[in-house]
């Protein structure tokens, strides 16, 4: 979503590495860009002439014209008031009551019901018994597309058959959670193309029935400053505590997620990032701010590992390597911790894009089909081809390349990189803990 936002921003801080010293002038210069960057991004007028204002103010202030590293004072400068402009820190749910009562609203089409089903998942992932209600009856496959989510992730979707009234069916599955111990309700709200005063009237009557602690509105991020104007208009009628942004893996140019904060003054709290039910994340300004800026999130990524590595597999796996008995079904095990992590480019998204990691290769350059054809060549193997690479001749290679749709130059390029791979692990520690993604063989570049 920042992506083409953040290649503006850090061109203009590459230009400001390359002089010796800063005066007025540079700095005007940069802050010029940076605004002609936001208004780009779709980020509203005034909001650009704000921070603007405010990182000029702060630079001034600082005297970092002074500093020893000037470009890199401005950089911590324009990072923290981008933080600031995200919503400073990360704002979590809250979640007391019993049972604890979020409401999801927006317009349709904004990802609303699919966003209701991720939250869902994401609350018992952190151990806790979700319930959905499904009280948007104006849209007539909504409902059975949350039920349909609801059975894939296996939570209960409460929605009795032929109910016409959505503020009956919001209350009745309040009273529902508390009979069958649900300590969370998520109750997805009706939507509309446009907002009209039905609309309202119908989400505000919803609000008052069942009293949530949270009111989420779903924007969509690719629709920019209409997503704004929408939000706007939803906060005049209900009490709005946050919002969820759909849509951030998208080609959004990131101006709604830099806008709706400033205006509604209501923290972002999760993004949507995939299609699937757990492409859903917490949102981190201050992390979102690093990546902007092409400093790294290794917090994210941190977690994402943690999340989706068994410790104990993981540590096996280092001892194995240690000893020299790392073998491609190793690799395939490998590989597929790393694509439950998801795609490769989102990864190489959190890391830094300077020091040792600056010659990575781009995400836009990553063919992410490559982890799947590599894992396609390995399950063709015979379980002793795959212990016993050596054994591969140019027959079996053929045989391999017609089972997995690939080329034997392509079995002979993965039995290059895993031999790399050996002797790199060779020299690893024994007893290495966590997934060593800088191990990994990277997808290779597009052609």
Known sequence: MFESLGDRIQ??????RGEGHLTDFHLDSALRQIRLSLLEADVALPVVREFTSRVKEKAVGAKVLQQLSPAQEVLRIVRDEIAQLLGGQRADLDLTGTPAVVALVGLQGSGKTTSAAKLALGLKGRGRYPLLVAADLSRPAAVSQLKSLGRQIGIPVFHPEGAQDPIAVAAEGLKEAKLTGRDTVIVDTAGRLHIDEDLMREVRAVIDA???REVLFVADAMTGQDAVRSAAGFAAAVPLTGVILTKADGDARGGAALSVVSTLKRPIKYVGVGEKPEDFEAFHPDRMA???LGMGDML??????EAQVDETAARRMAERAGSGEFTLEDLREQ????????PVSGLLDLLPKAGPLRTL????AIDEKALTRVSAIIDSMTPEERRYPQVLSGSRKKRIASGSGTSVAEI???????????KLMKTARKGAKGLDLSRLPLPAPRQ
């Open 210 to 212: 069942v009293g949530p």
């Open 300 to 305: 994210s990524l941190i977690e994402k590992v």
């Open 11 to 16: 061109g203009v801080f590459k230009e400001l």
């Open 361 to 364: 290769p781009s995400a836009d």
């Open 412 to 422: 002979n390029r993965l039995l290059k990189q895993y031999q790399q791979m050996r």
């Open 335 to 342: 590989l597929r911790s790393v694509q439950k992590m998801g």
């Open 290 to 292: 690093s990546r902007i």
